[in-house]
């Protein structure tokens, strides 16, 4: 038998002092544990440390550490509070956490037992994660990026160099405009060419066709901040150092996602100051006005009215359309709109009859708070205005005056659009988004000290989990020949997998969508060709990545002849989230002007690699929002983190399977055969291994029972080895009643040459 111990800290969780209590248990009371390989590589389970509701009797020492909490005439144990507790094996430290009082049963009107719950240190934050979404996350990011200004000079500074630090990019990504080069000057106008060799300002890039992407450690380091962890191990590798997220909610050009309504380019008519006498009715602050009615007089022969005039002049932007609103906050009514197509210098609204305010009768006096704003569809624009608002008397024979005129003007004001992250964070809980990264590059996890301030979480490849067994407090091997009923015990067929499969999200875009009718897969995703033997036994091994994922396409010059193979490359490469079909004026080749209908794609949230890429050659991006310019650096987006060479492929890749390089444009085989050398996809470096491993004809599950001590109960690790005579092993689960040491263990056998042996 093991001695099981409890102690409770009599103290506050917050006091800066602990006053631990032993607790006395039932000597019969079973507490049961089961631990699983497969609970450290699923994010959402590292956080079910233990937990446990037990009984405890309620005898002289008990009921003085709960002062008698079922006797309700005595105060001083608060049983809604949490207390530190830990758990002893044999006086060995075996778990920290906390326990609640949760009940108190009475037989013959006595306090029989206490029922407790145990918990480790870490379920308080799974809950806390367990629903919480991407958007969460923007209060602990860094102040500077929490925010951004949506406009051509900003977006630029992002696509070409980065923003702060290069926390935020804008890739070469869009949803609408088709894009390709050609230099030819007989070439069609099409607005997606970045031929950037002509001063025409209506071919090239402009700022609405991108969206932001922040860089996935700064999503990592507001997880740590709000959660209060701290992460270690791979996620400061470079798998991770040049990850991007795209920031993209919904289809389509960020127009789209206004914090407020949808539309970006917009300003409200700031800045006011006050011409002419102020009438009692109306108080003017700032870009508020409001109007307090008169109420209704047995003799009033009057009826008064207000009626505004707004005129604005566009000194500067590209626009195809401008709006002019008076919106009523109060109802969010619009009380009047007015649009103008591009090229209007100087436009004007006046409200319309239907802009009536009225002193009311039979007392229904209400009063109205009144903004006045400017939109601009397309593009930016800079502007001044002119704000006028009359107060009109009409008496009983219906004729008008002007009672009073009163105006403003904001000199100088800009439709540019100050803009939330958390407008444009994907819709993905914040846990579905770590859980999709441990399974893209098959992590495990575990954590040291739970009830630490901040506690470690350890975040390891599951090959370098196994390998690093021998940091273990246990050496990596534990031999329990002496524990184990070696006479008895069941070997089984270590079944594998019937098939194995990896997929992204369904994507249905144009590039996409093409791959999968050319090559009968889709792109990136694999299957793993299991021995025919296998088909019809085993279970279907299935990792479904919650991100969607896109092939890039690298730009010909389509206008430039070729001179030799690839002589006409440009150093431009972009993604597309768009659907429909390409259509070409030539049937006979792909390299001519792309044309035909595409729709903005709402894609699941997006991870690909951000290169800061140099173009050379001279052939630039045409820049053609603000200032135009021949862009001569862009964030390229990629699958893989670096550009490899013809030879050698990049360190890392976002394809599960070898891929064609839309950068290199090929497929890393040997040149003397059909067989891949090595293209560094996630498959090949995360989980070939481990999914090799479970086809050799060796693989046998064994299973024992044994009574294992408590020195080995609070020590071992689930990458431990556990020797048995002559033989290792690789745990996959153990089950463990902690009171006897009985435990029930599933062990893998390994093997000389596949697996790891220490």
Known sequence: MIDIQLYIDQNDVGDATRSYSKVDLFKDESITLVSSIQDIRDFAKIFADYSRTFKIPANDTNNKLFKHFYNPDVIGFNGSTKKLAKIYMNYMPFREGYIYLQSTEMKNNKASSYTVLFYGGLIKLREAMKEEKLTALVASLDSNISDFTYDAATVKTGFTTGLHSNAIIYPLITSEKRLYYDSASTAPNYDGNLYSGSTDTTRGLRYTDLKPAIKVTKILEAIESRYGISFTGFFDTSPISNLYLWLSRESGEIINYNPTDGIPNKKPIIGLTTTGSVDSQLTIVNDTWTITQEPWASNNTNVVRFESELSITITAGNYDKVLLRCIDTITGDIIAEKSFSGGNQNVSMITTPNFQFL????????????????????????????????????????????????????????????????????????????????????????????????????????????????????????????????????????????????????????????????????????????????????????????????????????????????????????????????????????KTTPTGNYSPQKIEPLLFYGINQTITGGKNINWISGTEDALTTYWRPSNSNEEGTSSVPPTNNLNFDSEFDEWQLKVYKDTNSDLVVTDNSLFSKFYIKYISGAYDQSKRIFRYKCFLPAKILTRYKLNDQIKIQDRVFRINSIKTNLNTGATELELLNLITGLDTII
């Not at 369904?506 to 299957?527: C, P, R, S, W, Y």
């Open 359 to 590: 002193n009311p009768k039979n007392g229904e006096q209400r009063n109205y708070t009144l903004k006045w704003e400017v939109e601009a569809i397309g593009s930016d624009i800079s502007f001044s205005s002119n704000l006028t608002l009359r107060k009109k008397i009409f008496n009983e024979t219906l004729k008008s005056q002007v009672y009073n005129a009163f105006g403003g003007s904001g000199v100088g004001a800009s439709t540019t659009n100050s803009q939330g992250l958390e407008n444009h964070f994907p819709d993905m809980r914040v846990t579905d988004f770590l859980s999709g990264l441990f399974k893209m590059f098959n992590l495990t996890a575990y954590v040291n000290e739970p009830l630490a301030s901040t506690p470690v979480i350890e975040v390891q490849t599951l090959d370098d989990y196994y390998a690093d067994a021998v940091n273990n407090m246990t050496g990596g091997t534990i031999d329990i020949v002496d524990f184990v009923d070696i006479e008895s015990h069941e070997i089984e067929v270590a079944r594998p997998f019937s098939s194995v499969s990896f997929e992204y999200k369904k994507t249905d875009t144009i590039l996409m969508t093409a791959h999968e009718a050319n090559h009968n897969k889709v792109f990136g995703n694999t299957l793993y060709n299991t021995p025919k033997d296998y088909d019809d036994l085993g279970i279907e091994y299935k990792v479904e990545i919650p991100f969607s994922h896109l092939k890039y396409e690298r730009l010909f010059d389509i206008g430039e002849a070729a001179t030799s193979e690839n002589s006409n490359l440009t150093y431009i490469q972009w993604g597309y989230a768009a659907g429909g079909e390409f259509t070409h004026e030539d049937a006979t080749t792909e």
